[in-house]
């Protein structure tokens, strides 16, 4: 089996959370999964011909999960007695259920925020998945909190939209409030892109004009009265 028919990058021990969704998605797809989830176990297998499928899947499976580990991190694994407790070991490993580790988990979530120009979508995805890693060790977020930390992590560009969603009477849900400052985000970036273009606009004109010979009203004496800031034929002084 070629590891690049994966189509996911190798674990090399950084994001674990994004590697092993993307592992299970290759096992499903592969009909391996519940050997490795355990969802199917070796002793539930009551005659030989389940037994064999069994380590058969379980032996597929764990070729699969190792070819998509660098080197450095097939130790974790080696001596695993099949897939299922490979899987086992690399969520100990990497999604421990200490208190330590879920306070670091929650110090960050609780800590995450959005400088000005951040992209929106990247930070609601950086608090989602610190979120889904938090319940991975045990230590889940309530919507409520999500929602607030997500609002309260905003850049100041963002207090009237924050303002307007806290004036709702209904309850602000996740999906609400992701959609909202997406759409907001969209036409923050419409309206950048037309000011850029009537700026362009301008530019061109201002360089059209003194290519031809003719000086900007702006930057050029009225031949009049000596004033900037209009042709001698729009003087007023001669009214």
């Not at 021990?13 to 590697?19: D, E, M, R």
């Not at 130790?75 to 407790?85: E, F, I, Y």
Request: aromatic share 8%; glycine share 6%; hydrophobic share 35%.
């Amino acid at each position: 089996m070629d590891a690049s028919s994966l189509r996911i990058s190798k674990f090399d021990g950084t994001n674990f959370h994004a590697w092993k969704f993307k592992m299970q998605m290759v096992l499903e797809e592969r009909d391996l999964w519940e050997v490795v989830s355990g969802e199917i176990k070796a002793e539930q297998c009551e005659t030989q011909l389940d037994q064999a499928t069994y380590k058969r899947k379980s032996r597929k499976a764990m070729a699969v999960i190792c070819l998509a580990m660098e080197d450095s991190q097939l130790p974790l694994v080696r001596s695993a007695s099949g897939a299922c407790d490979a899987w086992s070991r690399l969520e100990d490993h990497f999604e421990k259920k200490s208190l330590a580790n879920k306070l670091f988990l929650r110090r960050r979530f609780f800590t995450t925020m959005m400088e000005e120009g951040d992209d929106v979508l990247e930070h609601i995805n950086k608090l989602k998945t610190l979120a889904e890693q938090l319940e991975a060790v045990g230590a889940p977020v309530c919507e409520d909190d999500l929602v607030i930390t997500l609002l309260g992590s905003l850049s100041d560009s963002y207090q009237f939209l924050i303002t307007a969603l806290e004036s709702r009477s209904d309850t602000l849900s996740w999906e609400l409030v992701t959609s909202r400052l997406l759409h907001e985000e969209m036409k923050r970036k419409e309206q950048g892109s037309k000011g850029d273009e009537a700026s362009q606009g301008q530019a061109f004109i201002t360089r059209d004009n003194q290519r031809k010979g003719r000086p900007v009203k702006k930057s050029w004496p009225c031949h009049n009265c000596g004033k900037i800031g209009h042709w001698m034929a729009e003087c007023p002084s001669r009214c």
